[in-house]
């Protein structure tokens, strides 16, 4: 369920501050995932695939993903709510992943979901190759995508409301702790 847009200004400032505490390499204690991978595979009728890996850097959570088998032109990509892949179409995974329960946007925007990671750009051969690295999600606490479903979608993310009008869902992945991916 989505929080409702009433949420207090006193309780997105908590949310706000535990965000960012959990994306600093200063915790006293516990293992940390620094580095994440979602194996993509296509959704009934597709045949779009690849992988995309989340690696911890300095300044945010670095994305590069390498995916096949996509039409020519853009294709939505979100962090969505669910782990769950279990549904053909993919809607097992929910809506996009937003913890603060903020509007939809592209991801340079400084109000987003966490999930909103904008466009993959397919070429002509169908491939798809992106990297950025992303300062609104994080591989720990609260605003974690650890657990969480990637998605990819049949058209453009054109930022609208509420979800970026971006169509089917061509690929779901599952996001888990990549091996060897956690340090102290
Ligand atoms: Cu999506
Ligand atoms: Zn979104």
């Not at 939505?76 to 053909?88: C, E, I, L, M, T």
Request: proline share 5%; aromatic share 2%; hydrophobic share 40%.
């Amino acid at each position: 369920m989505r929080r409702p847009s009433t949420l207090s200004a006193p309780m997105l400032a908590a949310a706000v501050i535990l965000g960012c505490a959990s994306t600093g390499a200063d915790h006293a204690e516990g293992e940390h995932v620094v580095r994440a991978v979602a194996r993509m595979l296509p959704t009934e009728g597709s045949g779009a695939s690849g992988t995309v890996t989340f690696t911890r850097t300095e300044v945010g959570v670095r994305i590069q993903a390498d995916i096949s088998g996509l039409a020519p032109g853009d294709h939505g990509f979100h962090v969505h709510q669910w782990g769950d892949a279990s549904a053909p179409d993919g809607k097992s995974a929910g809506g996009h992943f937003n913890p603060h329960g903020t509007d939809h946007a592209l991801p340079e925007a400084a109000v987003r979901h966490v999930g909103d990671l904008g466009n993959l750009h397919a070429g002509a051969d169908g491939r798809a190759v992106y990297d950025r690295v992303d300062t609104g999600l994080t591989l720990d606490g609260p605003n974690s995508i650890v657990g969480r479903g990637l998605i990819i979608h049949a058209k453009l993310d054109d930022g609208g409301q509420p979800t970026g009008n971006a169509g089917a869902r061509v690929a779901i992945g599952v996001i888990g702790i990549a091996t060897n991916g956690t340090a102290d």
